[in-house]
Structure formats: C-alpha cells, structure tokens
C-alpha cells in the first residue's frame, strides 16, 4: 500500500490533533494493521516533510517516538518497519455489541446485576442528607487538612487512624455495648469490604455460610464471590431461626446475623438466640459475623438505648463485630469497621493489610475529631425523634392505604419498615411503576435466595430516612397508585 | 449466690459510672456467667432502693433495660431471672495470648504478613508528598464541598461520578494513549480492588493466572484469595518472557502484566512481546490485566511522551487497564481505576456494582476538576526533571558505593531503582540494619515466588520519589553501611 493512501491529507482543517500526532498516529495504525508491513521502508525524513510541506522536526518527532516504541527500526539504508506479530484481525471474533456475559466468569455471571438508582424517596439505607451537621463536620475536615503531614497522605495504618480507633472503641463501648479496646479495631472502605475481610479471613472455599433468608443481597455477593457455600437459614419475629438438627447437619463455618434490626424484615434477635448461637458456634469451631448496620434508635422503646450488640454478651466469643458510618453520617463517606476478639486481632490486622491497602487519612482523623467533640452523639440524639415521627406516619399511610391486606414489618431501630405484599402483585414491576411516579423501594423478593422454594416473599422495603414527615402522606399515595395500576 | 455478693459496693466511689450503669452491668454479667441462675428472683425495686440507698427510678431503669434485653421476666409475684442458655465457660477453650492463626482461615494463613511501616527515605512507591499543590488542590476540594449535593453523599455512581470518567478518558487518552470512552472507565477505592474485580469478575476458582516472577506482591496476594491457580513466569530485560509452549501446556484465563515499568525489575515490555502476547490471549480465551501503577515520566528520553499503554494497540483486544492516582497525587486519596473493552462495559458495569459500594462523589469531583484545570498536567511536567534528577543522583552514588559488585535495574519510567545484591547478604536483614539507620527499601526476595525454586533474587527496591537530591549521598551511605554490616 501506498505511503500517500495512508497519510492523505495530513493537512486535514478538522483534524484537530497536531500534524506531527496525525502522522505519528496514522503510521502507527496502519504497522498495526498490517497496511505497512515487516520491512516496509520509510521515505528519509527530509522527503517527507517536503512531500507534505511540514516541518522536517514534525516527521522526525513522529518517527524518533515509533522507533523508541519499537514499532521503527532505523539503520544506515535508513527507517523501516520492524519485524512485528501483525494483529490484522484481532477481536473481530468478540462480538462487540454481545449482551451475553460470556466473557466474565461463572462467578460473576451468578451476582446479581446492581444498577445505579437515582436517589428517590423511600430507596432504603439512607440516613437523611439534608439534615446531616454540616457546619461541625467542614470544621473537623478543614481542621484534620489544616494539620496533614506526608505521612497521612502516604498509605493510612493498615487498621485505620489510631486516632479514630480510639474514639471507636469509646463511642461502641457506650453507645453499642461492645467490648473492645482500640487494638481490635479494624477501620476499612465501607461495610461490604468489611464482610469480604471476614470471608477471606475467616473461612476457605467451600466452607459453610449460614445466611438470614431474606438476606442482605450484598452480603449474599460477598459470600459467594468468597466461594462459601450458602446454607438459607429462615427468619421468624425473633430473628434468623435454624432447626436445632441444622448444627450437626449444616455446620457453620459463619453465621451472618443482624441481631439489632433484621435486614429486611426489621425482627430483633431474642436474648436467647443469641446466647444459643454463641453458645453453639464455639463448639463449631465456627465465627459469627454480627453486621451491626441499622442499630441505631429505639423506636420501640424512646428514651432507652437500643439494645446493645450481640458481641458485648462475651468479650472472647468468636465473634466480628461489623458497623458502617453510612447511616449515622452519609454513606459516601465510606467508612466501616470490625472488631474481632482479641485473641485474634494481631493475626487478623497483619493479614488484612495484604488484602486492602488503606487510606483517607485525613477523612479518618476528620471523623475521630467529630466523634470526640460528642458531634456524633448530639446528632444521633436529634435525629431519634425525627426519625420517630417519620416512621409513626408511614405506618398510619400504609395501614391507611392497604388496610388489613397488608403486614408491615420491622421498625424497633433503624431507618426502615417493610410492607408485605398480596403474592399477585410482583414488587418489581411495582417499583417500576412507582419509580415512574417519583418514588421508589427494593423488592422485598431480592432479598430472598432464589434457590429455596417457595420462600420467596412479595413486598415493599421502605426507607424512610429522608422522606419528611408532611410529605408522606402523598408519597404513600403515590406507592398505592402504583400497587392498584399493577392489581 | 447472695444479690449483696453481686453488688457490693454499689457506691464504689472508684466506679465512674453512673450507678444505674453499675447496677445494670453487675446484674447482667452475673446472669451471663451463671451467678443468678434461671427463676432467680430479683428484690422489688423498692426494697433495693432502699437496701442500697440509691432512688428507685435507679433501679427502675436498670431492671426496665435488662427487662428490654431479655435478661429479666416481670410478672404479678415480680422480677426473675429469664431462662436463658448459659455461657459460663465459653471461650476458655480459646487461648487468649495465642500466636497461632488457627482460628483465621487456611487461605488467609497463606498470605504474606504485612506490617504497617514507617515513612523512611526510600520506601518505594511513594511520589514526593511534599511537593504536591496542596493550594491548587485545596481549591477544588473546598469548591466541590461548597457545590455539594445530597445525592453526592449518598451511595456514588458504582461506576464512578460521570464528570471523573470523562475527565479521566480525556486524559488517558492524551497521556498514556489509552483507547477509551467515559462508559468504558470504572472506578474504585484503590488498584488492590481494581485487580480484586478483575480476578473475580473474570476468572473463576482453580482458572490460570500468569504472574510475572518477580511480581508485586499484593497482586500475588489478591489472586490467591480470588482462588486462582498462579503460574510464575520469568522476567527478562524485555518483560514477561514465558516459553511459547507455556501457552499450550499452562494457558492462562488471566496474564498480569505491568509492561511500563515491571515491577520490581523495571524492564519496559517490548512492542514484540506486546503484540504477541494480544495475539495468543485472543486465542486462549483469556485477558490481560495491565498495571500501568508506574507508567509516568520517560526517564530514558526526557522531552518525549512515556511508553503509551498496551491497551492502546488495540481498541477491542481483552485487556482491562488498571491505574491509580496514588503515584500520580497521594496514596491516600484512594482512588483507582479500571478501563474495559466497550464489549464488556455494561455487563462489567452492573456486577462491578454488586462487589462494592462507591463513595467519595465530592473527592471524586474535586479531581476531576483538578484534572480539568490542568493542574495534574502541570504537576507532572514539574515533578518530570526533578524526578529524573533525583534518580541520577541515586544511580551515581549506589555506584560508587557498591562498585561493580552489585546491578542496578530499571529506571526508564517510574519512581524506584532496584539494586541487585550478592547472594550472601540476606536483603531482609539489610533492611532490618537499614531501618535502625533510618533509610528503608523493600526486598526483592519478598517479590520472588517462594514456590520457584532457585528464582529468588537478593536486592532492594529503592523509591526515589520523596529523597530529596541533596541527601541522596548520606542516605545511601548509611545503605552501604547497613550492607557491609551484613557482609
């Protein structure tokens, strides 16, 4: 092929790259593509700035960068084209347009496809941003950049600021019961990094995860992904529930629990599962992983505390505790945090550090200076009734608007309920419906493991962090339209 | 076991605690160990009260919490112990003090220790900290903080905020020539995930990896949690040099590479290897992951552009571009990001999003702005000769203090020198001899597949990024004498 056919026109007006770029590029693609082949010669650089009329310096840029890419080789008869596998042909065999995820793995072909919501009202496990103490926390932020050093821009300590870790283990003893000293804090990028640690850490392939169903569905990701292999162990109104035969036929490697506020169903975990559990899964020489996530409040019961982790019931069980900020502050924030026994923490840290490497140093200084000036603490003591209040009228809407057609569950703590729905109207093509409408929930049913029949539950999982008060009543109306339109 | 065994002395004035705190606490951890057995009953409030001389409502609170709890059963003839699973004696079966990581998992015993460091001169992996436009930076965080959004500080785009993924496809493609649109770049919290997506969303338990031997060993770790099978394969000066039967005999689902600047080595991978490697891992169905983690600065040629990126050669090839802002700004900022095929996009997109949950919207478009500004340009042009000076400088004076003796690799691109030491001299040790003297490096034994026999290399890993020129010479002199305390 002809050097002209493939350089014609360099001087083209709407090619905006610069000449020695156009000439650089167009060279390349066509030694790429095989127009110019192994042992092509090039025209010495003077005859081919004069052949364009350009700069004798544009052709020996472009020609000095191929060479030093190894795409020219030059000798004393001048350039040529050097001896390259040719890719003439490369990639047309992948379907560029495929829908089919053949190229993935098995693995990922089998998670669960996660598209971006826009944030509406209702979406669940969204603390309320408008209300979120700003002012105090731009203070703690400019104030933790105001004292950066390089060492908090480099990586962060593999377990989080030291700072922060204390303000960690003072604020969950008080706040949450737990018992722990700083050292057996673990500070990673948010709750689902949290749970991949502890089934990398705590469990190989093929080991036994006993799972709520329905289940958190990012937990069930972790796990899997994790190669465990999922027992569904079902839920009543006292939290996850397994037939006392499931010890010695299913023994778990973990148990994931969330004892505080069930996700999604919003049960607590009685007193006495929980000392069962403990109580039986040291003699499975197993873990529990208690994902504290929607502890706060008790809505139940205003004025007392919510009740304290599982984890405080014994300082030395086999137990990682879980927590995130994305509820108490705001989700972007990603900060969450374990904390195992401490017989395990050396181990543990030295081990986490080679899987994630960690960093926002600052953020995380920011975060203890907000911890320790009680921030925290008068935010969450603000928020309670508010959030109160915005439950107390979604359960009169909904009750309102569905009648005895319907169970709403859950509400102890936390930032959510969850009404059932008649089995005939599908919940997803509800939300559909509804987020045409301007509002939004998750189908109760993808929390549900597809693979135990007949478990599957129809519904409506209903945050209500950011829907405020005065408006719920028309959001409700909106959820009922959409709930009629599919009847 | 008498109540007044349990709570003497309430009025421990050396207690902190408020004393329905204490009264609480006594009465819980009593029933948790057995002390107050099942059925035992409490005295009525009142009489309590007055025994201890404490108000009622005290001991009103208590009671109601352990009530909540489950601790305590109130009926008609008053409070008693719950009948409740005893945990008395659990976890004594653990050993408290143990060194033993029998209770992690067998895949986590398997992955390298790693102990946080101190930020010593010549740690690798990190660009001069101090030299960062802290003001230019400063400016767009504090304007994407003033613009800031609920929807900001919520879950972000999985995919990364869509003004940093344009930001990002303007810029790759300018500066490392990667071919790419914005819907084609995903990003997360660091290169550690970035590689923990590829080895999960592309391969499965038991799949073939190639890594390069030596290779980095938190990408050797992250493959080894992902379950995949690891094939060390050599490095010569021209990269990954596996024989061509190893295709036929080992072929690869994965091949991780770091062809602009192999690290540890620093060979850069020649045009021919590039090719050859799209070509057959086309042919065995497999991809590339390319770790452009160091690809900045041309060293070898100052004034020309770095060694465009593998994935440039071919628009559809299977390849997934990684690279991370840690080496270009700070690693703590924590931001990485992967580019994929247009082909595999959407599919990667939605199950990228099921693995983890974005964050940082706000950091997320402050850099996009300092991208935009042309701040980064900026800083890289500036850091270009300062860097090169510093490696000079460094390559001169290990020269002169080690003579002929040992061999300096790598330094075309990139922020670190490796310097070969003789056999005799166990690096580790240096290292540890080296740290006392206050310089660091990172051995390349530690780089080097343990399961290759007779592949381990004695060395250090030298980062030049933050040793300021003028302290090379007495750095590296306290690194030789750290060598010939060893000798």
Redesign the interface.
């Known amino acids: 092929m002809s050097l002209s056919a493939i350089l014609d026109p360099l001087n083209d007006p709407a090619d905006a790259m610069p000449r020695q770029q156009q000439l650089y590029r167009r060279l390349k693609e066509a030694m790429?593509d095989g127009r110019l082949g192994p042992g092509a010669r090039l025209p010495a650089s003077r005859l081919l700035a004069a052949d364009y009329g350009i700069a004798r310096n544009t052709v020996l840029y472009a020609y000095?960068?191929l060479q030093?890419?190894?795409?020219l080789l030059a000798d004393r008869r001048g350039t040529r084209v050097?001896d390259?596998?040719?890719?003439h042909g490369?990639?047309v065999?992948?379907?560029?347009?495929?829908?089919a995820?053949a190229?993935?793995?098995?693995?990922?072909a089998g998670?669960?496809?996660?598209?971006?919501e826009p944030?509406l009202p209702f979406a669940p496990g969204?603390a309320d941003?408008?209300a979120?103490p700003w002012a105090a926390w731009?203070r703690q932020?400019q104030k933790a950049?105001g004292e950066v050093s390089?060492?908090?821009?480099?990586?962060?300590?593999?377990?989080g600021e030291p700072r922060l870790r204390q303000a960690l283990a003072d604020d969950l003893r008080a706040r949450r019961g737990v018992l722990c000293s700083p050292e057996q804090i673990f500070v990673v990028?948010?709750?689902?990094?949290a749970l991949d640690a502890c089934a990398?850490?705590?469990?190989?392939?093929g080991?036994t995860v006993w799972l709520e169903n329905p289940c958190y569905?990012?937990a069930r990701?972790?796990m899997q992904?994790a190669?465990l292999r999922a027992v569904h162990v079902p839920v009543d109104a006292a939290g996850m529930a397994p037939e006392p035969s499931l010890w010695e036929s299913q023994p778990p490697r973990l148990v994931y629990l969330t004892p505080s506020h069930q996700y999604p169903l919003g049960a607590v975990l009685?007193?006495?599962r929980r000392?069962?559990f403990?109580?039986r899964i040291?003699a499975a020489n197993g873990?529990i992983i208690e994902d504290d996530y929607d502890s706060e409040f008790n809505h139940a019961?205003p004025g007392?505390?919510p009740?304290?982790a599982l984890q405080g019931?014994?300082?030395?069980?086999?137990v990682v505790y879980v927590g995130t900020f994305?509820k108490l502050l705001?989700?972007?924030?990603?900060v969450a945090y374990m904390v195992v026994?401490?017989?395990?923490a050396?181990?543990?840290g030295?081990?986490i550090?080679?899987?994630?490497?960690?960093?926002?140093?600052?953020e995380q200084r920011a975060l203890a200076g907000f911890i320790e000036s009680g921030a925290l603490t008068r935010h969450l003591r603000k928020m309670a009734p508010i959030y109160r209040a915005r439950q107390a009228v979604l359960r009169r809407e909904l009750t309102a608007a569905f009648g005895d057609d319907v169970e709403i569950l859950g509400g102890d703590a936390g930032l959510h309920l969850t009404l059932g729905l008649p089995a005939g109207e599908p919940d997803q093509a509800v939300i559909a419906k509804a987020m045409a409408l301007g509002v939004t929930a998750r189908p109760l049913s993808e929390y549900c493991a597809a693979e135990v029949p007949g478990a599957s539950r129809n519904g409506l999982v209903l945050g209500y962090g950011?829907a405020e008060e005065k408006r719920i009543p028309e959001l409700v109306a909106r959820l009922a339209r959409a709930v009629a339109a599919d009847a």
Do not use: C, K
């Not at 390089?150 to 377990?159: C, F, M, S």
């Not at 990398?200 to 392939?205: N, S």
């Not at 705001?330 to 990603?334: D, E, I, V």
């Open positions: 790429l000095q960068q030093a890419e190894g795409f050097a390259l596998p040719v890719l490369l990639g065999a992948r379907p560029v347009a495929s829908h995820p190229e993935l793995s098995r693995r990922a998670l669960a496809l996660r598209q971006h944030l969204v941003l408008n979120f731009a932020l950049w390089a060492r908090q821009l480099a990586y962060a300590a593999p377990a990028a948010g709750a689902q990094i990398r850490l705590l469990a190989d392939e080991d569905p990012a990701s972790v992904t190669g009685s007193l006495e000392l069962e403990l109580r040291v873990w019961r007392y505390s009740l304290p019931l014994h300082a030395d069980a086999p994305s705001y989700p972007g924030l990603r026994p401490r017989w395990a050396r181990e543990f030295e081990r550090a080679s899987l994630y490497r960690s960093g926002q140093a600052v950011m």
